[in-house]
């Protein structure tokens, strides 16, 4: 697998809109999403959906530290234009996000 970009990072508080990194997803191409975030973030939450809005893959930690797919890399059938969402449930600080594929 190699990144598709830099990371992006970003500083949210608990209730702060989400940040939104766009995937132009490739059919038949596997993707992963590794993020990870400051001590002082209690919930890190990270969302992949799909161009129609349904959620394709979704994680979160409960302590600052990097999450990525549990079950392996998320596999498109078909070419869309999805979306990774970073959010912050509870606590507040920075955090990274990058998107990787094959």
């Known amino acids: 697998m190699h990144a598709l970009a830099a ?3 970003g500083t949210q508080t608990q209730g702060a809109p989400a940040q939104s990194i766009k995937l132009k997803a490739e059919s ?9 975030a400051a001590p002082a973030v209690k919930n890190l939450i990270v969302v992949v959906t799909d161009s129609t809005g349904a959620i394709a893959w979704e994680t979160r930690t409960e302590e600052a530290r990097s999450i990525t797919p549990e079950d392996g890399a998320l596999c498109f059938k078909a ?15 920075a955090y990274a996000a990058q998107i990787w594929s094959d």
């Open 28 to 36: 038949g191409h596997c993707y992963r999403v590794h993020a990870a």
């Open 7 to 9: 990371p992006t990072s």
């Open 79 to 93: 070419s869309d234009d999805a979306q990774v969402t970073v959010s912050i449930g509870s606590g507040e600080g």
